[in-house]
């Protein structure tokens, strides 16, 4: 079976985190991606969170269906030898703080020079233009800027960031986007482009609609916990054998199977409670019905009540959880990947299903430039020339 990308060559560039996942998720459906590393500091994320004998496990996720090479930019000969590989790739993907290829003799006018077909996505923290372009940018900093944070939390605490990459991993899915549209361009035109994509962006816009409302409205959305003004009951609520569920009402007659299921039917002919808005504004009373018919039920009785009922409601998952997880399991959301390392090593699978070209995770992340001879060699680099450009420390 033919993957829909197969026949496309990406190079990667980038690194931590959004740049090489957006060149994953292209590996994933077929594309030959060239991870490309510098010779004595590998790309961050080999080191990053925890490791199983010194071999990083975030890597082997980031790193799966691409082969690794080693390749110092700022020198001429490595910057000479990159042009040599872009000169039949379809992508590129980097997130050098802007200006950077461009003091390499790598920037977009060089390169399509080289290859006029090539599509150049440029990930950075602010984009390619702007008074805050030359600035180190990480996602944290584009929670903190999008407006994430300033919606997240309790009422009373402080701006809440998450625990994990939030604003690179939606900032990859824009980017595997935005080089599949380009692409689709070039086949329209023949002809590469540039995609400028700023990490603070992606983000903003997973938010709804602030903007229009304060445009509107002079509304700024506050913080409200894991409550909505949008409707209620809407909160998680803990079990009698001290876990979690979450409930949703974002119908009304969702709310209403809940308001009966808990034993409160009498709330249900409240005028307040005919729209969502009204029910938010009474969310103390609603989340205190619920809560205390929660309260005397074990988690699983909880959501075996509720879905007979018909009402929205899941348990609160750890990994543990998820790995136990029946529907999980018929998804195939968690994979098992053969690892030359590790052996074997679970992890999450593409993130979607395509029902006659599916994507598939063909490998984990691999050892640190463990492709170079091979890549390099396929682009007449005799053994010699090799052995002295990693003398050098070109490779």
Not at 40 to 69: E, I, Y
Not at 94 to 112: I, K
Not at 158 to 167: H, I, R
Request: proline share 7%; glycine share 10%; hydrophobic share 45%.
């Amino acid at each position: 079976m033919t993957a829909p990308l197969d026949g496309i060559k990406v190079v990667d560039l980038a690194t931590l985190f959004a740049g090489p996942l957006a060149a994953a998720f292209l590996g994933d459906f077929g594309a030959d991606v060239v991870k490309v590393e510098h010779p004595t500091k590998p790309d961050p994320s080999r080191g990053h969170g925890p490791a199983r004998d010194g071999v990083g496990l975030w890597w082997k996720v980031l790193g799966r269906n691409k082969r690794t090479v080693t390749l110092n930019l700022s020198d001429p000969d490595g910057a000479a030898l990159l042009r040599r590989l872009l000169a039949d790739a379809d992508v590129l993907v980097e997130n050098f703080r802007p200006g950077t290829l461009e003091r390499w003799g790598l920037g977009p006018a060089e390169l399509h020079a080289v290859n006029p077909r090539l599509v150049i996505a440029r990930i950075s923290g602010f984009g390619q233009v702007g008074p805050y372009a030359r600035r180190p940018g990480f996602g944290t900093l584009a929670e903190a800027m999008s407006g994430f944070a300033a919606a997240t939390g309790e009422p009373d605490g402080p701006p809440t960031l998450p625990p994990f990459g939030l604003a690179d991993s939606v900032t990859a899915l824009a980017a595997a986007y935005a080089v599949m549209l380009a692409l689709r361009a070039r086949d329209a035109t023949g002809a590469g482009q540039v995609v400028d994509l700023a990490i603070i962006e992606p983000i903003m816009a997973m938010l709804g609609p602030q903007v229009t409302w304060y445009d509107q409205l002079g509304y700024i959305q506050p913080r409200l916990g894991n409550r909505s003004n949008n409707n209620a009951p809407r909160n998680t609520y803990r079990c009698a054998d001290g876990r979690w569920v979450a409930v949703s009402t974002s119908a009304q007659s969702i709310a209403e199977r809940v308001l009966r299921l808990v034993g409160r039917p009498e709330l249900i002919d409240e005028p307040w409670f005919a729209t969502g808005s009204g029910r938010a504004a009474h969310a103390d009373e609603l989340d205190a019905a619920v809560s205390a018919w929660v309260a005397k039920r074990d988690r699983d009785e909880v959501v075996a009540a509720f879905e007979e009922a018909q009402a929205a409601v899941a348990p609160v998952y750890d990994v543990r959880d998820i790995l136990a997880d029946p529907q999980y399991a018929a998804l195939g959301t968690v994979r098992t990947v053969p690892d030359e390392e590790l052996g074997a090593v679970r992890m999450q699978n593409v993130p979607f299903r395509l029902v006659d070209t599916p994507g598939e995770i063909r490998h984990a992340g691999r050892r640190h430039g463990q492709d170079t001879d091979a890549v390099f060699g396929a682009l007449g680099l005799s053994a010699e020339e090799l052995a002295a450009l990693r003398e050098r420390g070109v490779l």
